[in-house]
């Protein structure tokens, strides 16, 4: 089976390596942005969502406008709009865009993003609506017939949807968290479940819980499974690991400007002392050492308390190319990959790396559908 290649755009020029500056909203850089990723290869990219960013739907429309093939991955937080409206926005943007969206559902870890949206439930409550929230969602996508709904959250009478997405049967949902509710919601409703790059081990040990979240839930499939890295490419090892090396401490000088601006507690949701799994996570493979298995490489993650997907795969293309298939040897399907020299890594990306992996996995394919040829024989 082909993997999936996600990357990840914003609306302007933006990372731990730079601080950021200019408006927050750059449309020709946008459009660069999207137009790098297409011609690099990539099959969709992902929107993020955060309390203080763009919109998201508005920067896919905007997206798909200049693009042709990509994809979208919009990230959403349920419980801000009716589930209904969600639906009707994501499946009319779905329409103008010709089939090319998918939503990433984040149902939030951290209580103070959450309210500097207005939201004030707790974590466990937030998951539970979540799983009422994508129930309703689905419906709307799928029914053919006007439905009912009766839940904790939402109540819903004699609903039907006049627009339907432009795929079928629906528009796909990926799934992200680390907790335990987080397994049980995303195990039933996911598509694809998008965990951060941890050592393999680890991540063996979320794909076998989300995929018994999976069976608990009544599923005669599991999800797809998602993992994210922010590989550093070098011609050599040599040069790879002075790069990293070199953003490694830019991003320590940049993260001590903003604290010194801002605030001490202003540079994302990581810190000391995380509230969110996906983050504890990561921390906790950088207790275990800096360097895991081929080219995990955790320093990153520390250094900015894992507010995000932040460990990283140094090397040369075919160190971090097989670095990548070792995590598809273990179950993986998407690879999300976001460099922290955003524009140009994704234009190396798609040179350098994309290449190697899928000519890989093709072979692999092709390798397996001979011995089951073979067998049948």
Known sequence: ??????????????SETRLTRGPVIDKNYTRRFVR????????????????SQPEGTQVAAYAAAHSERLGFLVAHRPGFVAPTLAARQFATLDQFAGGRIA??????????????????????????????????????????TPFDYQGKYYQVEDHSAGVKSAQQPRIKLYFGGSSQAAYRVGGKHADTYALWGEPLAETRQ??????????????????????????????????????????????????????????????????????????????????????????????????TGA??????????????AQALLDYVGIGVTTLLIRGYDPYD????????????VREEVAKRDAEKAAAREAVSA
């Open 103 to 144: 939503v990433h559902i984040i149902t939030g870890g951290h209580d103070a993003e959450q309210r500097r949206d207005g939201d004030f439930l707790s974590k466990d409550d937030r998951y539970a609506r979540t799983d009422e929230y994508l129930d309703i969602v689905k419906l709307a996508w799928t029914s053919p």
């Open 36 to 51: 790098a990723h297409e011609d690099a290869g990539f099959d969709r990219v992902l929107i993020g969502y955060a309390s």
């Open 1 to 14: 089976m082909p993997v999936e290649f996600i990357g990840m755009i914003s609306t302007k020029d933006q």
């Open 307 to 320: 507010a995000g997907n932040s460990t990283a795969l140094v090397g040369t293309p075919e160190t971090v």
């Open 345 to 356: 890594d994704a234009i190396d990306y798609g040179r350098h790396l994309l290449p190697l």
């Open 206 to 303: 979320q794909i076998d819980s989300v995929n018994e979240a999976a069976r608990d839930a009544g599923r005669q499939d599991t999800p797809g499974i998602s993992v994210s890295f922010r590989p550093i490419l070098g011609p050599t090892e040599e040069l790879a690991w002075e790069r990293a090396h070199r953003i490694l401490e830019v991003t320590k000088e940049n993260i001590a400007a903003f604290r010194a601006q801002w605030g001490a507690k202003s540079w994302g949701l990581g810190g000391d002392n995380p509230q969110n799994t996906g983050s504890q996570r990561l921390l906790a493979a950088v207790a275990k050492g800096e360097l895991h298995d081929r080219a995990l490489w955790t320093p990153l993650a520390q250094a």
